[in-house]
């Protein structure tokens, strides 16, 4: 069993009027099946509305399935003793920084999760400078959370999380509500940690551009996986895509196409300007050589 396993997860959301009876069922999550690996990193597609959110928040027994199973490190999110344990397997980011970041100074609101449930002081600290520099936030240490940019903020959230060590990261649309800048900032901060610390990383995104590295993708619709396979399958799906209503950025299946052919693009291409950035310094590169 990988990390986290779901086995025909259903969730519905009812909405009842005053005297309980039922007015509206809203099936978020229908016979969903996943079995991820730890160390895997894998990316959740989908248009608004497709049931990403209600699917995450099972991950962290934010909520209960209707029906079917999900566990998380092995542990079925229904059993109650082991709540804490689940939550601390699996740290959740969200969409907005803002609504995360609770202390007023960068590295207090890392220490703050760690100190919440009790880690000595000392190893809270070695936590705190590892966690800032993986995220690259040394710097910024000492500094108000207020006068960050959003991508550094999610950066500190993102730090806030892993100071709790867990097995498996959970970023739902973390970049949402971030400029290109920050968003390539916390792409490339999410791959890191995977690639060099081995934490399984589940990232939840309507962006396309931002799933190329992962190790596997699955797309949602309507509450339903309706494709799974890795960044070379799926973006070669690109009708299928487009009927899930995902738009693939020309230039990012430009420099997709590109990198295939073996040419040295980084895979955070996001925006026109910086293809052509890329694509200038491997020409210059090329005539150097
Ligand atoms: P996504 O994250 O992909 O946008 P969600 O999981 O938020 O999708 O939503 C899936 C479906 O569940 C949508 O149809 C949405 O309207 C519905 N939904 C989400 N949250 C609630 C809620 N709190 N109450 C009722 N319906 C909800
Ligand atoms: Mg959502």
Known sequence: MGIIKAKN??????RQDEEDNTEEISEAVRDVSLDIREGEFVAI?????????????????LLLPTE?????????????????????????????PDNQIIASVVEEDVG?????????????????????K???????????????????????????VMAMEPKCIVLDEPTAMLDPNGRREVI???RELNRQKGITVIL?????????????????????????????EIFSRVEELVRYRLDVPQVTELAYRLRKKGVPLSPCVL??????????????????G
């Open 134 to 160: 993986a995220v690259g936030m040394t710097a910024y240490r000492k500094k108000s959370p207020n006068r960050l940019s959003g991508g550094q903020k999610q950066r500190v959230a993102i730090a806030g």
């Open 45 to 61: 597609l989908g248009h608004n509305g497709s049931g990403k959110s209600t699917l995450a928040k099972h991950m962290n027994a």
């Open 204 to 232: 939840i995104t309507h962006y396309m551009e931002e799933v190329i590295n992962a190790d596997r993708i699955i797309v949602m619709d309507e509450g339903e996986i309706v494709m799974e396979g890795t960044p070379e």
């Open 112 to 132: 703050f999760g760690p100190e919440n449930i009790g880690v000595p002081t000392e190893e809270i600290w070695k936590r705190v400078d590892e966690c800032l």
């Open 271 to 288: 925006t026109v300007d910086e293809f052509v950035k890329e694509l200038t310094e491997v020409y210059r590169a090329g005539k150097e």
């Open 68 to 96: 079917g199973t999900i566990w998380i490190g092995g542990m079925d999110s229904r059993d109650e003793d082991h709540l804490w344990d689940i939550r601390q397997t699996a740290g959740m980011v969200f969409q907005n």
């Open 188 to 190: 490339r901060t999410v």
């Open 9 to 14: 997860l259903i969730y519905n959301y009812i």
